[in-house]
């Protein structure tokens, strides 16, 4: 499966999918003018819509998608009341495939309840949408800090290669905020040094490797719920 990044809306990422038999997919279309143009410009039509959670920066391409394509929807089973267009419920456990490629939707509850963050292993891609950010996570809008520290243990029983992509390209601001915290993580540094460059050439952040992050991202390094609830209050208030 080839997967295209496509920067949306303020510092929101939409991903292009395309499957090895050529079915096409977007993850979280927040609008969908720059959608359309990248795949007119290929002479792409698009099959499956999978969306993270309800969040309108993540849904509100949908309408006009669904205007110009026949496609399916798929997204969280937990916030079908709350996604218009939901057709096809997706849920932990659940036998999913695109384009002849497994799937799985983890359930993710944080920073909503009904989150998901769909895991492609065959790929070693993991679409992450606003609950794991690089070096950072997603605030706790509907959740607890306990839901949320449990959704990151299936996210970091995943292989060290997988590459994640999430929702926001927030990743400055939270490498400052985890350098705030590990001031000597050397692996911190040289991520953030890294960080710099790709920003100031435009380029984006994502994708980066879970070993990346589980070096690097102190939410997932906080060892506990408590430990992650206090940054994740600092953070806020920071
Ligand atoms: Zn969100
Ligand atoms: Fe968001």
Not at 175 to 199: H, I, K, T
Request: glycine letters at 8%.
């Amino acid at each position: 499966m080839k997967i295209s990044v496509l920067p949306i809306l303020e510092d929101n990422y939409a991903y292009v999918l395309q499957g090895d038999d050529g079915a096409v997919g977007v993850v979280d279309p927040g609008t969908a003018e720059p959608v359309i143009e990248f795949l007119e410009a290929r002479g792409l039509s698009l099959d499956t819509i999978f969306l993270t959670h309800h969040h309108w920066d993540h849904v509100n391409g949908v309408p006009a998608l669904l205007k110009r394509y026949d496609c399916d929807v798929a997204g969280p089973r937990g916030e079908a009341d709350k996604i218009k267009h939901l057709k096809t419920p997706l849920y932990e456990g659940g036998d999913f495939a695109f384009d002849g490629e497994k799937f799985e939707a983890f359930e993710t509850p944080g920073h909503t309840l009904g989150a998901i963050c769909l895991y492609f292993p065959e790929s070693a891609a993991l679409f992450s949408g606003d609950t794991l950010f690089s070096m950072g996570c997603g605030r706790l809008f509907e959740g607890t800090a306990q839901q949320m520290w449990e959704s990151f243990q299936k996210i970091l029983a995943l292989p060290d290669e997988t590459l994640i992509y999430p929702g926001h390209e927030y990743t400055l601001a939270n490498g400052a905020f985890c350098q705030s915290v590990e001031p000597e993580n050397a692996d911190l540094q040289q991520r953030m040094d890294e960080v710099r460059r790709l920003r100031a050439d435009e380029k984006p952040s994502i994708p980066v490797s879970l070993a990346v992050e589980k070096a690097t991202n102190v939410f997932l390094r906080a060892g506990s719920a408590d430990t992650f609830a206090a940054r994740r209050a600092l953070k806020d208030r920071s």
